[in-house]
């Protein structure tokens, strides 16, 4: 019998879009308990429907894939540099919920930002690899 491993590329495509999945449906998750059960009020925000959730969470982690994957083209030390600008980016968007109406609409866009980011950001850091296979 004739067995093929899944060659290293492809297990990490699928862990990290595994990864973004996740963030996704962890970041709706988020939203339906500040909306359904603390009845905040951030869905009179166009940048707080449930669509602009899964595209923004969607997004954000493609464009942390697209990163890390160029950064690991360019150097063996990307899982640091990608971590330490990804930990950048996220401190740098909790600005935006500072002028988002009520400390309750204010918590609960920062609790969805640090949600995306608490699993990001480890999630991808995960799936480096140690130096780049054009090497």
Do not use: C, N
Not at 56 to 84: D, K, P, Y
Not at 87 to 92: D, L, M, R, T
């Amino acid at each position: 019998m004739i067995t093929f491993a899944t060659p290293p590329a492809t297990q990490r495509r699928k862990a990290r879009l595994l990864t973004v999945l996740v963030t996704i449906l962890a970041a709706l998750i988020v939203w339906g308990i500040a909306v359904f059960i603390a009845d905040v009020d951030i869905t009179a925000s166009y940048w707080a429907s449930p669509t602009s959730v899964v595209v923004v969470s969607g997004v954000a982690g493609l464009a942390g894939w697209a990163t890390l994957a160029a950064i690991e083209h360019w150097t063996a030390r990307a899982a640091r540099i990608w971590t330490l600008l990804a930990i950048g980016v996220f401190v740098f968007s909790l600005v935006g919920p500072i002028g988002t109406g009520s400390t309750s609409a204010q918590v609960a866009m920062a609790a969805l930002h640090l949600t995306v980011a608490a699993i990001l950001i480890p999630g991808l850091r995960h799936t480096s690899v140690a130096y780049p296979s054009h090497r």
